[in-house]
């Protein structure tokens, strides 16, 4: 009993030393979070960007490693695409998936500050439905994107990195409807 209590206080310490206070960032590295807060706010205020998904997650969480090149959320000049593709299928887009496309509408910025890095949340509104776009960055440029497919309540995340849409590589398969 003495080694079991023992155990559990020494176990609780180390809990309580490594979830202890984030020690505060040097001006060198507050410089270099400062620089991607502004590079990232700048390409989510340009409204031309691509994630392009190397991994997506079913709504119950699993993840599934994807191809980076037809995976992928895209806005480019008030239009947003989602596409969901999977290698050596054929799909409704020609690309073993599907495309969906549509208008940009309620496009909120959330500002980095201090140590939080922007994130952006939009709706897209297109031939078969709606859907609710929410994009995490962090400060190596790997992103997050929940999308949220209107009133069928499906969701699918992509992860992958965030790139404005001239550096991206992406193929785009066709809209069906």
């Known amino acids: ?8 206080v020494a176990v609780s310490t180390l809990s309580l030393v490594s979830c202890g206070p984030a020690k ?12 991607k807060i502004k590079l990232y706010t700048e390409i ?13 997650y079913s709504k119950k969480g699993r993840s599934f490693q994807m191809n980076s090149s037809i995976n992928f959320v895209k806005l480019d000049e008030g239009v947003g695409v989602v596409q969901l593709a999977f290698d050596q299928l054929v799909g409704w887009n020609g690309v073993g998936g599907i495309t969906l496309d549509g208008k940009v509408r309620n496009y909120k910025i959330n ?23 929410r994009i995490n960055v962090n ?14 309540g499906d969701r699918v995340s992509f992860s992958g990195p965030l790139k404005p849409l001239k550096e991206s590589s992406v ?5 069906r409807f």
């Open 1 to 8: 009993m003495k080694r079991l209590t023992l155990f559990i």
């Open 24 to 35: 505060p960032l040097t001006p060198e590295e507050q410089a270099v979070l400062d620089s």
């Open 44 to 56: 989510f205020e340009q409204k031309s960007f691509v994630l392009e998904a190397n991994t997506v």
């Open 111 to 133: 500002k980095g500050d201090g140590s939080k890095m922007p994130s952006v949340q939009f709706d897209m509104n297109g031939t078969l439905g709606w859907a609710t776009v």
């Open 139 to 152: 400060s190596s440029g790997m992103a997050r994107a929940d999308v949220d497919a209107g009133m069928s």
């Open 171 to 175: 193929y785009q398969g066709t809209t």
